[in-house]
């Protein structure tokens, strides 16, 4: 959907003040052709402040923001932690936007907050994870994490042909994100016999407990020959265990999302594939399905976004470059 023409009958000066107010719309300031107080209100939360993929959502939703002349105000717990979430969204909630997208943190301790919001008349849109009940929500937008999972072991399986033990290094339970992307990653390994799954171990988004789980894996377990780290975080942290254990190029490491860590180390050579998320995609449509949602329009109830696999390889290509996350969204 686009904003509609403005038929422009008062002169350049008119059309100046359209256009900087158009622009400044997802800083706040009102849309082209409105008061502020007219301005539609999106706030973002995301799952965690500072993570390259929802700086790259932020980017995208910015943007999308400014085409619709919509106000977006973006903040982000500095953990993904639904106790640290929480507040976040019941000060919004105090704000009263016309819409919340949000990236719940749990899938069950985040139910009855984003229940209040909608109580309180604010439109809710999902983006990324989501909850047990979806039903009161306007949209949920995220990527075939069960499809990315698979993909995951495919890629392990192309990179240590000749099978052996495989180990998932995920956030904690109950993320429907990565809780799926196991289960796809799974069920996948349970098909072929040629690979021992080790099953999960969970690193609660930390990099530093994500190297010691490998590292410890690797003492138990020197035949592993791949791991799959569901997140940002937990790539980073394989690959500082798997550099650790010095079995640089025995163990293949596939990961989850491509940050630039993540692309520094496939260029190292210490993670050997990428499952590369569309952020920017799930943020653009977020915005689309909020707005939506404010005017009364039908909207998606679901919408699930692809993904790209990275290798060294194909980095240079121009469909790898456009799924690189962005660090900042000056660019």
Known sequence: MRRNNVVLSVGL????????????????????????GDAKKITFIQGVAGDN????????????????????????PQKFDPTLQTPILSSAIAARPDAIM??????SAMQQ????????????VLVDTTLNDTAKVSSQISSNNLGGGAAAFDAIKQL????????????????????????????AAKKDAAYTDLGVQYAQNDVAKAAQLVTAALQKDPDIVGVFATNLFGAEGAATGVRQAGKQ???????????????????EGTIQALIAQQPGTIGTDGVQQAVDAIEGKPTEAKIQTDFTIITAQNLDSPASQAAVYKSDCSG
Do not use: H, W
């Open 113 to 124: 907050p984003i229940d209040q919001a909608i109580a309180a008349g604010i439109k809710v």
């Open 102 to 107: 949000i990236a719940p943190t749990d899938v």
């Open 53 to 76: 993929f929802y700086i790259s959502m932020q980017c995208a939703a910015e943007q999308e923001a400014r085409t619709l002349g919509v106000s977006l105000d973006t903040q982000g």
């Open 249 to 267: 190029g025995a163990v293949k490491i596939v990961g989850f999302d491509a940050g630039p860590d993540q692309v520094k180390a496939l260029q």
């Open 13 to 36: 000066a008119a059309a100046l003040v359209a256009s900087l107010s158009a622009c400044g719309a997802a800083e706040g300031n009102a849309p082209a052709g409105s008061t502020g």
């Open 160 to 187: 240590a042909p000749g099978g052996g033990k495989v180990l998932v290094i995920d956030n904690q339970p109950g993320i429907s994100t990565s809780d799926a992307r196991t289960a796809g990653f799974a069920e």
